[in-house]
């Protein structure tokens, strides 16, 4: 074997290592991606659940608000829906800015209906409210930090299935970014809910 070959055979296995690294990398952030939503999963599962309770114990003090407890559970509802699509790709785009978009919905209706029972004492006084309340905000806080850990695991992996030459791997094998949660869209959304009554 000649000197050219044995260093054509060197450089070419140096690139195939260098393939299979960076292949291994990306599947490794994408794997790493889907374990960050599916906790996220995990604390939407918990808040979906909550939601009828509170609204059902809600309804005795609110019979007149019903277009608001039904707005939170049609919320809730397609919340659930984009959840359950995004959990079957968690790194497909689409889905993840559908669930983006429905939790923003639901958070406002959530914002709506706290607004409104701020207006009714006995509902604020209630036991079985306050406590749902409570656990409400307490997931609401982990689905915040589990967002946070999502959204830093979706920086990772499109950083480096942006970056050059792992780019090329991507490109061949088909790593498309993914998409980040976010927690508000625009400036309108980002707005505190008014209540008029």
């Given at each position: 074997?000649?000197?050219?070959?044995?260093?054509?055979?060197?450089?070419?296995?140096?690139?195939?290592?260098?393939?299979?690294?960076?292949?291994?990398?990306?599947?490794?952030?994408?794997?790493?991606?889907?374990?960050?939503?599916?906790?996220?999963?995990?604390?939407?599962?918990?808040?979906?659940?909550?939601?009828?309770?509170?609204?059902?114990?809600?309804?005795?003090?609110?019979?007149?608000?019903?277009?608001?407890?039904?707005?939170?559970?049609?919320?809730?509802?397609?919340?659930?829906?984009?959840?359950?699509?995004?959990?079957?790709?968690?790194?497909?785009?689409?889905?993840?800015?559908?669930?983006?978009?429905?939790?923003?919905?639901?958070?406002?209706?959530?914002?709506?209906?706290?607004?409104v029972a701020e207006a009714y004492p006995e509902l604020k006084a209630d036991d079985t409210i306050r406590e749902l309340s409570e656990?409400?905000?307490?997931?609401?806080?982990?689905?915040?930090?589990?967002?946070?850990?999502?959204?830093?695991?979706?920086?990772?992996?499109?950083?480096?299935?942006?970056?050059?030459?792992?780019?090329?791997?991507?490109?061949?094998?088909?790593?498309?970014?993914?998409?980040?949660?976010?927690?508000?869209?625009?400036?309108?959304?980002?707005?505190?809910?008014?209540?008029?009554?």
């Amino acid at each position: 074997m000649s000197t050219q070959s044995l260093v054509l055979v060197v450089v070419c296995a140096l690139l195939l290592f260098w393939a299979v690294g960076a292949y291994n990398r990306l599947v490794r952030l994408k794997n790493i991606i889907a374990n960050a939503f599916g906790q996220i999963d995990v604390q939407l599962k918990r808040r979906y659940d909550l939601i009828p309770n509170l609204v059902e114990a809600a309804k005795k003090y609110l019979q007149h608000e019903r277009d608001t407890l039904e707005a939170v559970i049609s919320a809730r509802n397609q919340a659930r829906v984009a959840s359950d699509a995004a959990r079957n790709r968690p790194t497909h785009a689409p889905e993840v800015m559908a669930l983006a978009v429905a939790e923003q919905a639901l958070d406002g209706s959530l914002a709506r209906l706290f607004a409104v029972a701020e207006a009714y004492p006995e509902l604020k006084a209630d036991d079985t409210i306050r406590e749902l309340s409570e656990e409400l905000t307490s997931t609401e806080n982990k689905v915040a930090f589990a967002r946070q850990a999502y959204n830093d695991s979706v920086l990772d992996y499109n950083n480096a299935q942006a970056q050059f030459p792992a780019l090329l791997i991507a490109r061949v094998f088909g790593f498309a970014p993914s998409a980040m949660l976010q927690a508000t869209q625009s400036a309108e959304e980002r707005q505190a809910v008014r209540i008029q009554i």
